[in-house]
């Protein structure tokens, strides 16, 4: 983006400012700042370089401490996707175990088949337990 010059108007003072940023957004952030310092000086006693300064402070630190609260809420995020897949893990492996358990029989008749023992017993076994047969 290009770099131009933008003029502000904070608490009633001009400021031209270079930047790349849009000009809407260079006005919006002046909007901020000139209303932090109304909060802040709300009569105008401070002198407009000091009210400026106080309401950068005031400013970065809210800026601060959103950035602290979004740290949190990250990590509890974290730590809760963490206990879900644990959950899920567990679940899946629980449902793998009765899998196994319930194929158990065939793979014994599988077994059977493929050393030749009772082959007709266990493919009339298979194609019953396909079909939906007893």
Request: cysteine-free.
């Given at each position: 983006?290009?770099?131009?010059?933008?003029?502000?108007?904070?608490?009633?003072?001009?400021?031209?400012?270079?930047?790349?940023?849009?000009?809407?957004?260079?006005?919006?952030?002046?909007?901020?700042?000139?209303?932090?310092?109304?909060?802040?000086?709300?009569?105008?006693?401070?002198?407009?370089?000091?009210?400026?300064?106080?309401?950068?402070?005031?400013?970065?630190?809210?800026?601060?401490?959103?950035?602290?609260?979004r740290?949190?809420?990250?990590?509890?995020?974290?730590?809760?996707?963490?206990?879900?897949?644990?959950?899920?893990?567990?679940?899946?492996?629980?449902?793998?175990?009765?899998?196994?358990?319930?194929?158990?029989?065939?793979?014994?008749?599988?077994?059977?088949?493929?050393s030749g023992?009772?082959?007709?017993?266990?493919?009339?076994?298979?194609?019953?337990?396909?079909?939906?047969?007893?």
């Amino acid at each position: 983006m290009d770099r131009r010059t933008v003029e502000l108007r904070i608490a009633g003072q001009k400021y031209r400012v270079v930047s790349s940023a849009s000009e809407e957004e260079l006005q919006r952030l002046a909007g901020v700042v000139t209303s932090k310092m109304g909060e802040l000086s709300p009569f105008a006693r401070a002198q407009p370089s000091q009210a400026i300064l106080l309401a950068a402070m005031a400013l970065a630190h809210e800026a601060e401490a959103e950035r602290d609260r979004r740290v949190a809420l990250e990590q509890k995020t974290r730590e809760l996707l963490r206990r879900v897949l644990g959950r899920i893990d567990q679940a899946l492996a629980l449902e793998e175990v009765a899998a196994h358990h319930e194929l158990a029989p065939e793979l014994s008749l599988e077994h059977a088949a493929a050393s030749g023992d009772d082959s007709d017993i266990a493919s009339d076994a298979f194609r019953a337990k396909g079909s939906g047969e007893p």
